[in-house]
């Protein structure tokens, strides 16, 4: 937009503000169109706005004042920074990529490698139409949305619903509650959320103010894998081989993986900021099997926002965040101008366990008249198995219960304890098997490895559908013994598999303590819940004591996370009330802990008023 007309179009804007709010009134038309305006333009955020012809009726309008306006209104449109709408297309299909210098097809939305921006504000309900035009079953999932009463179109694959097919769509509601900040969606099949994923912009509602100043700008920040093979590849061969997958060759920001690795130089993302600005970074985990420290040189980063929920403020020099998790954090501009790295790199707590450990960059690069230097240096982060630095920052988070729509409750009426465990099964007669010594590799939880049913266990439960579930997950961990001892055998606890669900009555009050064990290797353990967010009212390393660790729990004002990391040979615990009928998938989102099993089910109960109670499904639910 040329600069010159800014001044004019934004005391215009603000002399017909009055009745842009009229017509805010009067929109009943189907393609809601929000504005928000950031770049140069110092305009406030208007709210869900329809653009209604009869706009022009308004007496105060002139004819001379019309045609102005129609400018005004398209130029707009340009450069919006955040525009909101209540309906998506994604259409599923292969895309030619090239990384590291080597190109392969991948599975994106609309082409796109991370996929598109959904921008929504608080509460509001959105449609995404999918279609899959790939090659593979996929299913979406909306990653921190809590969709109350509609599980139909949550996303995993055989919990929820049976995969798209190729040449088949879905139509998904996404139901917005509470959330605000930042969420994301991703694929929930096999390996596809490698490169299937997106980041969801949730503002507050109307002239409900950010708790924080507002920033000038948004800005994606996507972390992720990238293998040079197949990922499905990479999934089929670990599947077949019993081993743990191949490790990715590159972590990328917004799909790149930056300066310091071969043939990506010139794509590196570069953030361009001016000094004495503020900047939301609105951050993504995407990657499938790593927890990462990322910090900015020079910058402190203060986190605002967490799983699409304010927190109270938290500047630190590295931010840790797990696969899973998102951040709102506030990177100021306040340094000289220059050229920054921004970076990241895995926290990797197991022992022995091989891991990516390169280093992904972008560029914080500083508009103003300055030669920048031919090499940058490294911001400082901490080494890749620092479990101190890590459970500092995890532990150091607060929730913002003024924000919070939900008190963390005191009386639990549903109480469950459950290890989180990597395990091993005994290698079948006559195949080979790369695990530990020749075995599986597994994982479970409370000894039960999940088995994925072929078909979803939403549908059995609404349809009474027998043999593809069954009851009864355990509440306590079957064998107790010392799960953080140094030295246990791998074959102490064989898991047993099965599809064990946990039935809550609509209303109870849950809380879980994760236990981590130290069984075939001790390891962080990303828990994720769909449906709800969850208060982490406490962590701990070590074995949980249920006599004296919960005096020290946070009631006050613990964060509300969708997913919670349970430190390595360490424990966390939530609370949450089930108060959203359906079935609930719960799982570690390191995506390989995924495949082997370290999951479960929550079916929640429906309630007796008509608004506690699941309706039925959608009439275009995916076939199996
Ligand atoms: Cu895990």
């Not at 009212?537 to 919670?564: A, C, E, H, I, Q």
Request: glycine share 6%; with cysteine.
């Amino acid at each position: 937009m040329p600069g010159v007309l800014l001044p004019y179009i934004y005391a215009a804007f603000s002399q017909t503000h009055m009745l842009w709010d009229y017509a805010c009134t009067r929109v009943n038309s189907h393609a809601a169109i929000s504005l928000a305006y950031a770049s140069t333009i110092k305009w406030k955020e208007v709210t869900t706005l329809d653009f209604p012809p009869n706009l022009w009726r308004v007496g105060i309008i002139t004819g001379l004042l019309k045609p102005f306006l129609q400018i005004l209104w398209w130029f707009s449109l340009i450069g919006l920074s955040s525009q909101t709408r209540s309906h998506y297309k994604f259409v599923v299909r292969e895309a030619q990529y090239t990384r590291l210098c080597s190109t392969k097809s991948i599975l994106t939305v609309n082409g796109k490698f991370p996929g598109p921006t959904i921008k929504v504000h608080r509460g509001k309900t959105i449609f995404v139409n999918v279609y899959n035009k790939g090659n593979y079953n996929i299913t979406i999932h909306w990653h921190g949305v809590k969709q109350p009463r509609n599980a139909w179109t949550d996303g995993p694959a055989y919990i929820t619903q049976c995969p798209i097919q190729p040449g088949m769509k879905f139509r998904q509601k996404l139901v917005f509650f509470y959330e605000e900040g930042t969420i994301w969606w991703h694929a929930h099949s096999d390996w596809s959320r490698a490169t299937v994923h997106g980041v969801i912009n949730v503002y507050p509602t109307k002239n409900t103010p950010y708790p924080f100043p507002k920033p000038h700008a948004d800005i994606p920040i996507i972390f992720g894998e990238w293998w040079t093979n197949d990922v499905n590849e990479v999934l089929r061969q670990s599947v077949e081989t019993g081993a743990a997958p191949n490790i990715s060759d590159a972590l990328t920001v917004n799909g790149q993986p930056g300066d310091l690795y071969p043939c990506s130089m010139p794509e590196t993302f570069k953030l361009n900021v001016e000094q004495g600005r503020t900047y939301h970074l609105r951050v993504v985990n995407a990657a499938m099997n790593l927890i990462l420290f990322f910090s900015v040189s020079q910058h402190k980063l203060t986190v605002v926002g967490a799983d699409g929920m304010f927190t109270r403020p938290l500047t630190r020099d590295f931010i840790c965040i797990s696969p899973g998790q998102t951040m709102d954090v506030l990177l100021h501009a306040n340094q000289e101008p220059n050229h920054y790295y921004l970076a990241a790199r895995a926290y990797s707590s197991g022992l022995g366990i091989g891991f990516d450990n390169t280093t992904t960059t972008a560029r914080v690069e500083y508009s103003a008249n300055y030669t920048p230097p031919s090499s940058l240096s490294l911001p400082y982060l901490p080494n890749f198995n620092d479990t101190r630095a890590a459970f500092d920052f995890i532990t150091s988070l607060r929730g913002l219960p003024e924000r919070c729509p939900n008190p963390v409750p005191t009386t639990i009426t549903t109480q469950i304890v459950t290890t989180v465990s990597v395990n091993t099964l005994p290698c079948p007669k006559g195949r080979t098997c790369r695990g530990p010594n020749g075995t599986i590799l597994a994982a479970s939880m409370n000894n039960i490895s999940f088995q994925t049913p072929n078909t979803d266990i939403l549908k059995a439960y609404y349809y009474h559908i027998n043999g593809v579930f069954k009851t009864g997950f355990p509440r306590f961990p079957p064998f107790m013994f010392n799960f953080t001892a140094d030295l246990l055998p791998i074959t102490l606890n064989i898991p047993k598999q099965g599809t064990k669900v946990n039935v809550l009555n609509y209303g109870a009050s849950v809380e879980i303590v994760f236990q981590g064990t130290n069984i075939a290797a001790g390891i962080d353990h990303p828990m994720h819940l769909h449906g709800f967010s969850f208060h982490v009212v406490g962590y701990g390393l070590g074995n949980f004591n249920r006599s004296k660790d919960p005096m020290n729990f946070n009631l006050v004002d613990p964060p509300y996370l969708n997913t919670v990391i349970v430190p390595v040979n360490g424990w966390a615990a939530i609370r949450f009330v089930a108060s959203n009928p359906g079935v609930w998938f719960m799982h570690c989102h390191l995506e390989r802990h995924q495949v082997w099993g370290m999951e479960t089910v929550f079916i929640v109960k429906n309630g007796k008023a008509s608004n506690e109670t699941l309706p039925p499904p959608p009439p275009d639910m995916p076939p199996c």
